[in-house]
T-cell receptor, first 112, second 112 residues
Framework: DSGVTQTPKHLITATGQRVTLRCSPR?????VYWYQQSLDQGLQFLIQ???????AKGNILERFSAQQFPDLHSELNLSSLELGDSALYFC???????????FGSGTRLTVV | SQQGEEDPQALSIQEGENATMNCSYK?????LQWYRQNSGRGLVHLIL?????REKHSGRLRVTLDTSKKSSSLLITASRAADTASYFC????????????FGEGTQLTVNP
């Protein structure tokens, strides 16, 4: 157990639907990062939050959004889902803004 | 987009042999990190080397960094079947400072 908790572990949904992925960072970590891992794009950075505020944005589609709540957990919302959104979605947290990242075990999203 | 290119894409060795994986990147970095991923599971942080460091050791792992060539290598000595996994390098870039950019990974298979 890395200390970063992601739920659910698996999600199967239909095209056009909306899903919410949840992440709880390691205790004491203020930063949350979201990554997408797909076969064709590899590991892509989506978005970062630090203590409730958006800090950096990567290759995140407009159909996707995220937020970090006062208790520091984060949610990634994916809407109008397409087949190509099928991927592993990872959340990571970090102590401060330097050093290694701790990744959760991921949510495997399958869009059918 | 992928910052790093990893070489080789796949590596198959016998238990007890050493495994060397290489990573090249394009921009200036704060640090370079190596991660391990067992099939379809979460990423595990292995080692971080800062831009002002040239070599770092952690157990059976040895990482080198050559900032003039924008390259790094990961050496796993006396490999074990349990080392079978995908290995990714990731750069923490000076310009972004708040995200990791991953290479495409090397799939290592250690045969018993």
């Amino acid at each position: 157990d890395s200390g970063v908790t992601q739920t659910p572990k698996h999600l199967i949904t239909a095209t056009g639907q909306r899903v919410t992925l949840r992440c709880s960072p390691r205790s004491g970590d203020l930063s949350v990062y979201w990554y997408q891992q797909s076969l064709d794009q590899g590991l892509q950075f989506l978005i970062q939050y630090y203590n409730g505020e958006e800090r950096a944005k990567g290759n995140i589609l407009e159909r996707f959004s995220a937020q970090q709540f006062p208790d520091l957990h984060s949610e990634l919302n994916l809407s109008s889902l397409e087949l190509g959104d099928s991927a592993l979605y990872f959340c990571a947290s970090r102590t401060g803004l330097k050093g290694g990242y701790t990744f959760g075990s991921g949510t495997r999203l399958t869009v059918v | 987009s992928q910052q790093g290119e990893e070489d080789p894409q796949a590596l198959s060795i016998q238990e007890g042999e050493n495994a060397t994986m290489n990573c090249s990147y394009k921009t200036s970095i704060n640090n370079l990190q190596w991660y391990r991923q067992n099939s379809g599971r979460g990423l595990v942080h292995l080692i971080l080397i800062r831009s002002n460091e040239r070599e770092k050791h952690s157990g059976r792992l040895r990482v080198t960094l050559d900032t003039s060539k924008k390259s790094s290598s990961l050496l796993i000595t006396a490999s074990r079947a349990a080392d079978t996994a995908s290995y990714f390098c990731a750069t923490d870039e000076e310009t972004s400072g708040s995200r990791l950019t991953f290479g495409e990974g090397t799939q290592l298979t250690v045969n018993p």
